[in-house]
């Protein structure tokens, strides 16, 4: 059966429906419409464009090298309402700087977070990895080979990031610096280039 590129398309955004948070690379969907790798590849590109012309309420972007469906930053305060319950708790202060360790000097153990922050911060790891933001990637080579933790796709999937490369710069993280501080600044430039702010996060607790 010969497809045109309509169809082609069609069946590619289906596809995208179809695979969830999972996405799925050119690769794979190169292979599974038995079409050329770079005539997908432009397929793609075409949607994209395609979806933002025609003001679509999803948008095709690529995480962590898979591309996937994805609602608009935009449209973000009416799914927050959709999806709030009473229970949904908001992340601490405490559990936002651990994120900022862990995404910068990942993989790190929890000892050298504590030495970073200065006090414990086991309840924090639990409750950035039961929110899948951050995961076990490794044990370090030390007495006891302690968890290595790292962020998760989840977390790029959050931010929009293709890879943790695109993280804003930061100088690197010291004992004596004022955590709070270069925690809200860190969220805030990545609200500013991801349309998310350091307070949406706090109060979507994600």
């Known amino acids: ?18 695979s969830g948070d999972e996405g799925l ?11 050329d790798l770079h005539l997908v590849t432009d397929l793609l590109r075409d949607m994209k464009l395609d979806f933002k012309r025609k003001g679509r ?22 799914f927050e309402r959709l999806a ?26 929890r000892v ?4 970073i922050r200065g006090v414990k911060c086991d309840r924090a790891l639990q409750t950035l990895t039961g929110k899948d933001l951050i995961e076990e990637v490794g044990r370090a080579d030390a007495v006891g080979r302690p968890i290595l933790y790292g962020t998760s796709k989840q977390f790029l999937e959050y931010f929009g990031l293709s890879s943790i490369q695109e993280l804003p710069d930061s100088t690197s993280f010291q004992g004596n610096l004022d955590l ?27």
Request: proline share 3%.
């Open 180 to 206: 709070e501080e270069e925690t809200r600044m860190l969220f805030d430039r990545l609200g500013d280039q991801k349309q998310i702010t350091f307070e949406d996060m706090d109060k979507r607790g994600e």
């Open 25 to 35: 690379d050119a690769k794979q969907l190169a292979e599974v419409l038995e079409l």
């Open 84 to 109: 709030y319950t009473p229970s949904r708790s908001s992340l601490s202060q405490a559990a936002l700087e651990t994120l900022s360790i862990v995404a910068y000097k990942q993989p790190i153990t």
């Open 57 to 78: 309420g999803v948008q095709i972007v690529e995480v962590a090298g898979a591309y996937q469906l994805t609602t608009l930053a935009a449209h973000a305060p009416y």
């Open 112 to 115: 050298e977070i504590e030495e």
């Open 1 to 18: 059966m010969t497809l045109n590129f309509q169809q082609m398309k069609s069946i590619i955004e289906g596809l995208l429906f179809a």
